[in-house]
């Protein structure tokens, strides 16, 4: 009996061949396949600038930089994260908070962002940044978000990690209403290139200084230095950056495994309509659809409904391992962590990502995934919830 995993990075004859033709290239580290994988993520997504960098949370990290994070600002997010959703803006020394999420969607509650900042808008507490998550790849409400934003001042960093490909309101992710978009490319994720993020935004400034933080805020463009330039060599330090440069073996991964991003969305959305069809009538809470968003099924999350089983999740969990498929929990919220925990926050804090957590299993769910494995999780669910 083979192993299910809970995802599985896709990777083909023409991914290997565009690694390999890049590492016979004379460029390894930032070259042209990077300059090509941003401009065609960057239009796949239909906005304007994508700045790659090596990592998901590198991208969080000076998103929230160039956003004005730093000392006395606050920052919000929603506690049905990984934790680099929070940590990003602590690294700036930022402080951080966190809105419940909506128990449908299991994103980041609209109702609560806007009751929570009608309080801190009378304590003059109101937060400099907000970073929604577009949870399982299911996106935010980011109009509604959007709005509130003009309303109360703050900036939005769309936490899209899960969300290549997805669509809202008819456009892209990425392509309107946040300031800036960040996405990932670990290897389970919709594309992969091994380890990867990708930041886009419309606002070529911001762009300018996401380019600067990504390479040691360093700079070789004359028209930016502050003084004459010595000579072709020369550069200038005019920021205090990181070195978080994506490189062109991993653009070059990049640029092939998006050729094929309709075909693997597809796969994804076929497994995620045969689970909607088989655990119909079962007491599950099942992922939410929207006609106004497509999700891009990075994750499929049941959660048990307790008032209708007395399984538990542990239960289940136990005997979907026993059977060899590796079932997987997104995510423990943030705030229960034991270093948010120090800071303050409390148990109890955020009911609705706590009932959330306390049932949710992730289900496998990746593009060469065969109809006879998800049929074994299918099988092992319905034998457990109907005994």
Not at 66 to 95: E, I, K, Q
Not at 201 to 221: C, K, V
Not at 255 to 282: N, P, T, V
Not at 301 to 330: K, Y
Request: hydrophobic share 45%; aromatic share 8%; net charge negative.
């Amino acid at each position: 009996m083979d192993f299910v995993p809970y995802s599985c990075q896709d990777i083909d004859d023409a991914d290997i061949a565009a690694v390999v033709a890049a590492l016979k290239s004379n460029f390894l580290t930032q070259g042209p396949r990077l300059v090509e994988f941003e401009a065609r993520f960057a239009a796949v997504h239909e906005a304007g600038e994508a700045i790659a960098v090596a990592n998901a949370t590198a991208a969080l990290h000076i998103g929230c930089l160039a956003l004005g994070a730093g000392p006395g600002v606050r920052v919000w997010t929603t506690p049905n994260s990984f934790l680099a959703s929070a940590n990003c803006a602590l690294y700036c020394g930022a402080t951080v908070d966190f809105v419940d999420i909506d128990p449908i969607t299991r994103n980041i509650s609209v109702g609560d962002l806007r009751t929570r900042l009608e309080t801190a808008a009378a304590r003059e507490q109101l937060p400099g940044i907000v970073i929604p998550v577009d949870f399982a790849g299911l996106p935010c409400d980011l109009r509604e978000i959007r709005a509130l934003a003009d309303h109360f001042g703050f900036r939005v960093l769309q936490d899209a990690s899960h969300a290549t490909g997805a669509s809202y309101l008819g456009a892209p992710v990425g392509s309107q209403y946040a300031d800036a978009t960040v996405f990932s490319f670990h290897a389970v994720k919709i594309v992969t290139t091994a380890e990867g993020g990708i930041i886009t935004t419309r606002d070529r400034s911001l762009a300018h200084r996401l380019r600067l933080l990504r390479s040691h805020g360093m700079t070789r463009d004359p028209s930016t230095m502050r003084g004459a330039p010595h000579g072709p060599w020369y550069y200038e330090q005019i920021d205090l950056g990181f070195n978080y440069r994506m490189t062109d073996l991993q653009a070059a991964l990049g640029i092939s495994q998006l050729a094929r991003l309709a075909a693997m969305y597809e796969k994804r959305a076929a497994i995620a309509d045969r689970y909607d069809k088989a655990f119909r009538g079962l007491p599950l809470r099942l992922p939410a659809r929207s006609s106004d968003r497509v999700s891009a099924w990075h994750l499929y999350v049941i959660e048990l409904d307790v008032e209708l089983t007395q399984v538990t999740r542990a239960q289940l969990f136990d005997d979907l391992r026993s059977a060899g498929i590796g079932v997987n929990v997104h995510y423990i919220p943030i705030h229960t962590q034991p270093y948010y925990r120090d800071l303050g926050i409390k148990l109890g804090d955020f009911p609705a990502s706590e009932a959330y957590y306390s049932g949710a299993i992730s289900l496998p769910i990746f593009p060469q995934m065969t109809e006879s494995q998800q049929d074994r999780v299918i099988d092992v669910v319905g034998r457990r919830l109907i005994a």
